[in-house]
């Protein structure tokens, strides 16, 4: 039976966001999760759909995405079917994006258990992200439970949110699966410190298992209004009106984190404590602390750098750009087609001022 | 009289540097003389050829430069006669070039008095150069002298070789004009300081003023070896063969600088000290010198470079690209076509192991 694939099992990869944090390797035009920021051979997409591979046949794969990233979608995963691919006509963060995904889903299969992961994440150990990934989803199949991953800290980080689980309380199915106490915005400094000595916080990985008829109901109480919207077009999905419908009635709903929406307000939330090394890779630092360096803890991408007397840089490029680097110690040097960025690791949470046009 | 342009005056533009220390924006491909480095509108020939308007005519207008860059030439020197353009099949140093392009002016006219002088030299006061210019071939119109034209030094540069003059012997109808003393290697700092002390030292720019005879006549004693190439191709100079010919036996000459085969050797030499804002923008670090600069003493060139906490560097890209730095102090940022450099500027003399393939 090792190649049994669940029929239920689907996976959403929400590939929406434009990863502003990486400019100018990412840009609106061809975001973060499009690009083979490693140098691979494979977009944070296709390794997210990847590592997918013997849990979720291709033709349960969607990704919901921009009208303007479509074709991008369908030449980076040639094997998903084109009616797979949802396209926003505008962005409303991920309430509206989740419920639109879980409608058109559940008119196909109401028996369907979802994956929900954003596109542009890193995971190094597949196969233990494989085992809980099928733990999971083994456990909302049976269950009304909204499940997230949380992930192990390993370090006082201030960019993610934390999930506080409640560890006294284990589900009676899956013992590797706790209550969640609360959600925790982005903390200060001092507060991820006290988390990770505490050993109930995770942080927030934003990568959600649940079926669809949970989510589904979930949302008609919290989120009446977005509800109906999906409700009502049930009669389209699947058809030649579809696309029409959404971008007329998309734009209405509210804008608002599937976190604000459903996870903070929800009584069924659980959260699965894990660890396959997981980053959302958000920043050109994080890119710096995960990728291989060199001794002398540079890390560069492209085919022809070379660098003197530099240390702790990521140097990046895309293309076949000669580049040579000279007595730099921490900075970001990445190039990307019209566009070159300079500038201190440590000044990184500026690179939206300084990518404003 | 103002108009008039004494017909015997010739204008020897020597092109066929390869600028290897602006390396990346002078490459070989494309070299330094052909590029317009302040974004004025004008290449450093063409504003070479510019300060000579009204002193040479066009007609007499001379390019001694290599095969390849023969296009560039003629694009960029349009009002000059094609058959002006001289190309070396090989690089020879500069005494070959300037006998090759002296016999063959010497077919044309013998009495032809001759200005030679750098491609990609800078000059602010043209005004000033066009008096000294024209000083000096009155003086060699009637003399036999050979004339370099002697920069009054502003600091103890070590990147230029000097020449002392003696004072005491100015020439009998040029009050401004000296004998050679002796020509100077560039010196140590400590060497060229006490240069700068005494009065007599002068930098050599590079730029000689002759009559034709004086210098085919120099290279028959100096050079027979030489100077028997260029007397042999009489008859074929601006016939057809010319060119066939040139590539046949300008690689048999000896390669030699014009300063070892005739001025360290000759009696006749004079140095005509003179003071018009002159640089041979030879580094990176002498166009950052020379060139405007922003409060933050940033020198940038690009139509698009944004900087933050960033002074002392040259940012310098020819494309429109969009650059942005920050965090830099001292450095040199430059990009062209596939190549992009950072590297501090006091390490600038290491730009050709930088560019070394």
């Known amino acids: ?8 099992n689907n996976l959403v990869i929400m590939a929406g966001g434009v990863g502003s944090r990486f400019w100018p390797m990412s840009t609106t035009d061809y975001p973060k999760q499009f690009i083979d920021v490693f140098g691979t051979g494979r977009t944070f997409i296709q390794m997210t759909y990847d590592r997918f591979k013997g849990v979720v046949s291709p033709d349960n794969v969607w990704v919901v995405t921009s009208e303007k990233y479509a074709d991008i979608v369908s030449e980076q995963l040639p094997d998903i079917p084109k009616g797979n691919i949802l396209l926003e006509p505008c962005r409303r963060n991920t309430a509206p994006c989740i419920a639109y995904v879980s409608w058109r889903i559940k008119a196909k299969n109401p028996k369907a258990n979802l994956v929900i992961t954003p596109a542009d994440h890193l995971v190094t ?15 909302t199949s049976e269950t009304d439970a909204i499940v997230t991953l949380g ?14 689980a409640d560890l006294q309380e284990a589900s009676l199915s899956n013992k590797e699966i706790f209550r969640v106490d609360s959600f925790k915005e982005k903390p200060d400094l001092a507060t991820a410190k006290e988390y990770v000595k505490k050993k109930e916080f995770y942080w927030n990985s934003g990568i959600f298992i649940w079926n669809v ?24 999905y699947g058809t030649d009106k579809e696309q029409e419908m959404i971008n007329k009635n998309f734009p209405l709903c509210e804008s608002i984190s599937i976190d604000y929406a459903v996870m903070e307000k929800a009584e069924e939330i659980f959260v699965f404590p894990a660890n396959f090394g997981w980053s959302d890779v958000g920043t050109w630092g994080s890119l710096h602390t995960i990728a291989p360096v060199d001794k002398n803890g540079n890390n560069i991408i492209g085919n ?10 990521v140097v990046h490029t895309t293309e076949e750009k000669r580049v040579v680097v000279q007595g730099l110690d921490g900075y970001i040097v990445a190039e990307k087609g019209d566009t070159l960025l300079i500038c201190k690791l440590e000044e990184e949470q500026r690179i939206k001022e300084f990518s404003a046009e």
Chains 1, 2 share one sequence.
Do not use: H, W
């Open 213 to 236: 008829s949970t989510i589904v109901n979930a949302l008609r109480i919290y989120e009446p209004g977005i509800s109906r919207i999906f409700e009502n077009l049930l009669p389209v």
């Open 151 to 164: 992930m192990t800290p390993t370090r006082p980080e201030t960019g993610y949110g934390y999930i506080q």
């Open 304 to 313: 022809n750098v070379r660098l003197y007397e530099t240390s702790n840089c």
């Open 1 to 8: 039976m090792g190649d049994f694939i669940n029929p239920n």
């Open 125 to 139: 150990d597949v196969v233990e992200f494989q085992r809980v990934i099928k733990s999971a989803l083994g456990f």
